[in-house]
């Protein structure tokens, strides 16, 4: 086993109903890899993304984060494991309405129990990493598209998860504002040694990954490609 793998799946299959949506699906991540699944709509990749975050339990085969079956961790751990050791970024940043950048930053280390000055102190941190300090205090229907993405991803960051599950996390961007906070994102995920799933339809996005999937009918399948 590779020591440094932090989670993998093996041989995993989904249903949803009598379809089978993930076929006997293998993948790994090593600490501050980044994976790039791409596909069609309905492929499966989304569907496989949620399978390794636990929150889609598997009907064959195992996800195991840190050599640990997630099967075998009771819904309380489970859980933890979502709000302690897991990021997550979606398309549309789902920041809460009612809370200021800075509160949203903060809500993962707030949820894990952490004081609330610590945990301001170090969304302000981060927030101020993404270059976005002086939107601290505003509200999310105060920032543009752009600006709301990096929120997300300062708030999937903030408190240095283990893995970080992003589907389609410049989908809702235009080209200039997806570059930046793609770029933002992946740096600083692998300066903390936060491993990436990457979801996306962007082939130009799945070539920042470290290592590339294809999926197509749930199967999924290892991408080669010569470095530039």
């Not at 410049?170 to 692998?190: H, I, K, P, Q, Y």
């Amino acid at each position: 086993m590779n020591t440094s793998e932090v989670l993998s799946a093996r041989q995993v299959d989904l249903f949803y109903g009598e379809t089978l949506a993930v076929r006997s699906a293998e993948i790994s991540l090593g600490r501050g890899e980044v994976v790039a699944i791409t596909g069609q709509s309905g492929s499966g990749k989304s569907s496989l993304l949620y399978c390794l975050a636990g929150v889609l339990p598997v009907a064959r085969g195992e996800v195991a984060f840190e050599g640990r079956a997630l099967a075998a961790l009771t819904d309380e751990e489970l859980s933890a494991l979502r709000r302690e050791r897991f990021g997550f970024v979606f398309q549309y940043g789902e920041l809460l309405p009612e809370l200021t950048v800075e509160e949203n930053t903060a809500l993962p280390l707030r949820l894990a129990g952490q004081r609330k000055d610590e945990a301001i102190m170090a969304a302000v941190d981060i927030l101020g990493r993404l270059g976005l300090s002086e939107l601290r205090s505003r509200r999310p229907s105060q920032v543009s598209g752009g600006q709301s993405q990096r929120v997300a991803v300062a708030r999937a960051l903030v408190h240095r998860p283990a893995v970080v599950f992003a589907d389609e996390p410049t989908g809702s961007l235009d080209t200039s504002n997806a570059t930046a906070v793609l770029d933002e994102f992946l740096t600083l995920a692998r300066d903390q040694g936060t491993a990436v799933v990457l979801v996306t339809h962007d082939a130009k996005v799945a070539a920042r990954a470290d290592s590339r999937y294809n999926m197509c009918d749930g199967l999924l399948t290892a991408q080669v490609w010569e470095a530039s």
